[in-house]
């Protein structure tokens, strides 16, 4: 185990659209609270990636913005983490920018950084925008997962991706599935930040730099889920009682 674990927060100015920096946040703090030590570092755009970092997280952006970011990630840092099984834990354009090609704002097709076998291109449709509830498809994860999308990208695996979650609710890749799991890369449409609301799926990701975690206690986030997730239930309870209102008297 490393002395202090380092995590690198790869360019918040592009990719911190969401609020996402904050599960770099979240995973310092929940290694500090167990006693480990744990910096994080903001990379900046002109900074090239540090190769000392334990763990890489990358949030969502704008198109524009995720086009530049590929361009600074093309220096074969965050794939000698990925081979040497670091965790890179990264969120909606984020994911889209580490697989194979994705869209940019005008529709062109840009190579990703090809961390995973995934291609994104447009959802058919309006944008997914609102809760999104997963049921984790990983070994290690049993909590549900829960946060919120936002985006116009369609992402679809190839076969040695496999997917984080099946979605219960919302759109995730948009077909049935959220986020991918290709060795120590993990990624996925939940902001939230995600990590703050899924404190299993932190420690699952802190597991694979310092092994078992002591548990810590989430009452305050599990009663933040329970608030999402009742929400949630209302929110669908309420659409389906619009679907089925009766048709007005006299038509
Ligand atoms: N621009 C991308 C899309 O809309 C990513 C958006 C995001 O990161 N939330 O698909």
Redesign the pocket.
């Known amino acids: 185990m490393p002395d202090a674990v380092r995590i690198a927060l790869v360019f918040p100015s592009l990719l911190g659209?969401?609020g996402d920096g904050g599960n770099a946040s979240v995973l310092a703090q929940r290694l500090r609270w167990r006693g480990v030590e744990a910096e994080t570092v903001d990379v900046a755009v002109d900074d090239a990636l540090p190769e000392q970092a334990d763990v890489y997280v990358l949030?969502?952006?704008?198109?524009t913005a995720?086009t530049l970011a590929v361009s600074r990630l093309a220096d074969g840092v965050l794939a000698r983490a990925a081979d040497a099984g670091k965790p890179v834990f990264a969120?909606?354009?984020?994911f889209?920018i580490l697989g194979e090609t994705f869209l940019d704002g005008a529709g062109a097709v840009h190579a990703g950084v090809g961390l995973i076998d995934c291609r994104?291109d447009r959802l058919p449709g309006s944008?997914a925008v609102g809760e999104l509830l997963g049921e984790p498809a990983v070994d290690g994860v049993v909590e549900l997962l829960t946060g919120y999308?936002?985006?116009?990208?369609r992402t679809l695996l190839g076969p040695a991706a496999k997917p984080l979650a099946r979605v219960r609710s919302g759109t995730g890749n948009g077909d049935g599935v959220d986020g991918a799991v290709q060795g120590s890369v993990v990624a996925t449409?939940l902001?939230g930040p995600a990590l703050a609301r899924n404190p299993a799926l932190a420690d699952w990701l802190l597991s694979k730099v310092v092994g078992d975690l002591a548990p810590l206690d989430d009452s305050e986030e599990q009663e933040l889920r329970r608030e999402r997730l009742t929400a949630l239930r209302r929110a669908r309870a309420a659409w389906w009682r619009r679907q089925w209102r009766p048709p007005a008297r006299g038509t």
């Open positions: 659209t969401y949030g969502g952006g704008e198109d995720q969120v909606c354009a984020g889209q994104t944008r999308e936002n985006h116009g990208g449409y902001h």
